[in-house]
């Protein structure tokens, strides 16, 4: 039944495209940048009560943000693709209250955020509108379309006030999320350049221009890029190439945690980034004594 109505929908847009080509662009565009908002479940509820919780307004919508602790050092999560900022409830217990203030926030049409559909620069503009607000950040922890915003936020303001960044299961090329809803949907090359010609109105680059790795060029600080080695949504050769491109990177392969990357050990490597102090750090000359990947089952 899902395949006749993935199905039907290519066939409605095909067929839109030469009877209203702009309207078949739009509503192509749109289902893309779509998600499936997850519920909170009420053990999710009951762990976001624990925040001081405040909206900032993006563009006209309300994005809700969590806060925890009242400490010195300042610490940003982003949530990915079809999640919310519950998803890092294990991560923020860990960390003591007293040492960092910790925010996490959904993303437009997610969690409890309004909006109805998202794209990597609307992500990223509420990324530059967070540091407008609260400033300076001592860690940024990302993972899947979280980390991938966080790059596009450095590669547009390669001076943005953070001093460490951990990017867990990140995408590589928005190009190949593209050819997927292409394949998927049975779209016409007709159909599929309507839908370009919208995203570039809508995200002023083609889809080509958002690479990740691209991005990962123009970070200037210390960090870690967590990433399964059997990973089905964003494959595993995007780690080496960011890995490769971000100098003051060390790369940790898991296996067997998939794309969610759920385990102690992946939140210890977190914490530990997190604890490390900024002193320690020279941003300019970045040393490196361990680029080597880490394997553990």
């Known amino acids: 039944m899902k395949k006749i109505v993935t199905l039907s929908l290519g066939f409605y847009l095909n067929a839109l495209s030469w009877l209203a080509p702009r309207q078949a662009a739009q509503r192509g565009f749109r289902w893309f940048c779509t998600p499936l908002r997850i519920s909170l479940l009420e053990a999710h509820r009951q762990f976001l009560n624990t925040a001081h919780s405040t909206n900032l307004v993006v563009n006209g919508e309300s994005i809700r943000v969590y806060r925890w602790g009242r400490g010195p050092r300042q610490v940003l ?17 860990a960390l003591p209250q007293e040492q960092y203030t910790i925010f996490a926030l959904d993303a437009p049409a997610h969690g409890q955020s309004d909006g109805a559909w998202l794209h990597l620069p609307k992500y990223t503009s509420v990324v530059h509108a967070f540091f407008e607000r609260y400033g300076e950040v001592d860690t940024l922890i990302g993972h899947s379309f979280g980390s991938f915003a966080a790059l596009y936020a450095f ?34 090359a007709r159909t599929l350049r309507l839908i370009y010609e919208e995203f570039v109105r809508e995200a002023d680059h083609y889809p080509t221009f958002f690479s990740a790795a691209r991005f990962a060029e123009s970070l200037r600080l210390p960090g870690i890029i967590i990433h399964d080695l ?14 490769q491109a971000w100098e003051g990177s060390r790369l940790i392969t898991t296996t067997g945690l998939g794309h969610n990357l759920r385990s102690p050990e992946v939140v210890r490597h977190v914490v530990e980034l997190v604890q490390q ?12 004594p361990d680029r080597e990947v880490s394997l553990y089952p």
Request: aromatic content about 12%; overall charge positive.
């Open 230 to 243: 059997h990973d089905t949504d964003t494959p595993y050769p995007h780690a080496l190439r960011i890995h």
């Open 77 to 93: 999560f982003l949530h990915g693709w079809q999640s919310h900022s519950a998803r890092w409830k294990n991560y923020i217990e």
């Open 155 to 188: 590669h547009q303001n390669p001076a943005l006030p953070v001093h460490k960044l951990a990017l867990t299961g990140t995408p590589g090329e928005v190009e190949e999320f593209m050819q997927f809803y292409k394949k998927t949907l049975g779209l016409t």
């Open 277 to 288: 102090p900024v002193t320690t750090y020279n941003h300019l000359h970045i040393k490196r």
